[in-house]
């Protein structure tokens, strides 16, 4: 069975910095792409980050550039998301999801981590 | 980027059967056969539901199909149920620096 597990969320002050932590589990890690999706309270999906099953391809929406960074350790099936100079607008909870081939859709999603900025 | 645009919401009765439009551009729904749609209930995770515009993964009701024509793809959802009441989200893979769009969301109520 497919697990994600995400973790590291938290309460954080504005211009602070979190690790978010997805642990995967029932799958072969290294031959999936991941993402990182977020999602403000009340609001939408937002794309925020993909990376490659070997790591070596990594994408950011703009928004994020500079300031998010994802990597992966595929001997222990996790993926992170280090989120600094963190914004009152970055609260949101933040899921990660198995892509299918390269991001053009996401079949497993864990259950999200909550981001919250204080201004 | 801008978002894909959906309706806010929709709604039918129990049996009846609705469509969600998802309008992008021909730098995305237009132009790749890529578009997702994922059901959301409240508190939850996303859930996939159709992917590369029509495909149902395993597990997922027949009575969920997708199109798609120029720059609009849609969801229809046949035969509601209570259960089917939920956010409804479309995304569509771009070849732009965001490589994935997704709409703003539309509500599904059953009345």
């Known amino acids: 069975e497919v697990q994600l597990l995400e973790s590291g969320g938290g309460l954080v002050q504005s211009g602070g910095s979190l690790r978010l932590s997805c642990a995967a589990s029932?799958?072969?890690?290294?031959?999936?792409?991941m993402s990182w999706v977020r999602q403000a309270p009340g609001k939408g999906l937002e794309w925020v980050s993909g990376v490659s099953g070997s790591g070596g391809s990594i994408y950011y929406t703009d928004s994020v550039k500079g300031r998010f960074t994802v990597s992966r350790d595929n001997s222990r099936n996790t993926l992170y998301l280090q989120v600094s100079s963190l914004r009152p607008e970055d609260t949101a909870v933040y899921y990660c999801?198995?892509?299918?081939?390269?991001?053009?859709?996401?079949?497993?999603w864990g259950q999200g981590t909550l981001v919250t900025v204080s201004s | 980027q801008s978002a894909l645009t959906q309706p806010a919401s929709v709604s039918g009765s129990p049996g009846q059967s609705i469509t969600i439009s998802c309008t992008g551009t021909s730098s995305d729904v237009g132009d790749y056969n890529y578009v997702s749609w994922y059901q959301q209930h409240p508190g939850k995770a996303p859930k996939l539901m159709i992917y590369d515009v029509s495909n149902r993964p395993s597990g997922v009701s027949n009575r969920f199909s997708g199109s798609k024509s120029g720059n609009t793809a849609s969801l229809t959802i046949s035969g509601l149920q209570a259960e089917d009441e939920a956010d409804y989200y479309c995304s569509s893979y771009t070849s732009s620096g965001t490589l994935v769009l997704f709409g703003g969301g539309t509500k599904l109520t059953v009345l």
């Open positions: 029932g799958f072969t890690f290294s031959a999936y792409a």
């Open positions: 999801a198995r892509a299918i081939r390269w991001l053009q859709s996401h079949d497993y």
